[in-house]
């Protein structure tokens, strides 16, 4: 069955500290694609990222960056150096396509809280 | 600017009543959906449409209604039948008909809906 887990229900930094976001997923499909959204306290989410199954290339983009592992399943989000502007909810989700059928699910996201 | 808007941005429904949230893109995005959000359940699909004059049951569309006239319009209805609407109700649009599931959503800044 298709699945995302985000097993961090709300993690606190202090201000420079690095913080890694985790995300599992489950999924019977071979080509799926994996996405990590922003929800700032106005909350509208905001796309940061996609990946699709068949490029496992970590991606760095400034301080953040992504750590795609499919032999864990498993799609980490690592914020370097963190700031207060990155407090916020972040999603993690899944999307794969089979037959047409449409499939996209959430994680229940992670709150970080980075405190000055 | 291109983007989703969503409105009101807070409502209060009367027992019995049916109320209607707004949603408008100008992205020129063929698809659209609604989610709800609870407190520590993420995101959960409500309704989606993929192309004009059609739109889809998603995973808890008890209790609500949508319709999709117009390509940017995607209105969502909490019927008198939903009996726990309280929640912040996100639209979001993205590129592709039926089956390119690959594609960030982009979303609107929400509506929250409670019970008077």
């Known amino acids: 069955a298709q699945k995302v887990t985000q097993a961090q229900t709300e993690i606190s930094v202090v201000e420079k500290e690095d913080v890694t976001l985790d995300c599992v997923y489950e999924?019977?499909?071979?080509?799926?694609?994996l996405f990590w959204y922003k929800q700032p306290p106005s909350g509208e989410l905001v796309f940061l990222i996609r990946?699709?199954?068949?490029?496992?290339q970590n991606e760095i983009s400034g301080r953040y960056s992504w750590n795609f592992q499919k032999s864990t399943s498993s799609f980490n989000f690592t914020i370097t150096a963190s700031q207060v502007v990155d407090s916020a909810v972040y999603f993690c989700?899944?999307?794969?396509?089979?037959?047409?059928?449409?499939?996209?699910?959430f994680g229940t996201g992670t709150r970080l809280k980075v405190l000055a | 600017d291109g983007g989703i808007t969503q409105s009101p941005k807070y409502l209060f429904r009367k027992e019995g009543q049916n109320v209607t949230l707004s949603c408008e893109q100008n992205?020129?995005?063929?698809?659209m959906y609604w989610y709800r959000q609870d407190p520590g359940q993420g995101l959960r699909l409500i309704y989606y449409?993929?192309?004009?004059?059609?739109?889809q049951k998603g995973d808890i569309a008890e209790g609500y209604s949508v319709s999709r006239e117009k390509k940017e319009s995607f209105p969502l209805t909490v019927t008198s039948a939903q009996k726990n609407p309280t929640a912040f109700y996100l639209c979001?649009?993205?590129?592709?008909?039926?089956?390119?599931?690959?594609?960030?959503?982009?979303f609107g800044d929400g509506t929250r809906l409670s019970i008077l």
């Open positions: 979001a649009s993205s590129i592709g008909p039926r089956g390119l599931s690959n594609q960030p959503q982009h």
């Open positions: 999924t019977r499909d071979t080509t799926y694609y």
């Open positions: 990946r699709n199954s068949f490029d496992e």
């Open positions: 989700a899944l999307s794969e396509s089979t037959s047409g059928t449409y499939k996209y699910i």
């Open positions: 992205l020129n995005h063929d698809a």
């Open positions: 449409s993929q192309i004009v004059n059609d739109f």
